[in-house]
């Protein structure tokens, strides 16, 4: 992909720390958001101890608020939220995601996600499939 940005939903940061070694090969970096501010402390321990700070990091608060902080064109997000607050977070994170960005979603075979996945089947711009990986990961591609 391009240069460009990640975006992943944190907890503890666990994905957080995936994503920002993966990308410390490209020199880009991740920012994910978590709603609860003493989780993101938490996720930014974590990436300080696995010594991934200055790749990635993660804002406290919703990513309605925290989403307008990403500058970069946004190649990659990740929806590791609620199930049943996969289709809001999809609409908030949409339309920063460039042409050819990536969505990917997950917990959608272990979970309920039956209405985000439609949604996202009725869609004309985007393509998705369901990846039967672990817990399931919904791969959506904006086109």
């Not at 990436?47 to 200055?54: H, I, K, P, Q, Y």
């Not at 990513?63 to 929806?79: G, K, Q, Y």
């Not at 089947?121 to 990986?133: F, K, Y």
């Amino acid at each position: 992909m391009p240069h460009g940005s990640s975006k992943s939903v944190s907890s503890n940061g666990l994905s957080t720390i995936w994503l920002a070694a993966a990308l410390r090969v490209t020199g880009d970096v991740v920012s994910g958001t978590e709603i609860l501010p003493a989780r993101a402390d938490e996720a930014n321990a974590n990436l300080r101890e696995a010594g991934l700070a200055d790749d990635g990091h993660v804002v406290p608060g919703h990513t309605r608020a925290t989403i307008s902080t990403i500058t970069e064109p946004i190649d990659l997000v990740f929806i590791d939220a609620e199930k049943d607050d996969d289709s809001a977070q999809f609409e908030v994170v949409f339309v920063e995601v460039r042409c050819g960005g990536l969505i990917l979603a997950d917990n959608v075979v272990s979970h309920d996600c039956s209405v985000y996945q439609a949604m996202l089947r009725s869609r004309s711009d985007v393509d998705t499939m369901t990846l039967p990986i672990e817990h399931g990961i919904e791969f959506t591609y904006k086109r």
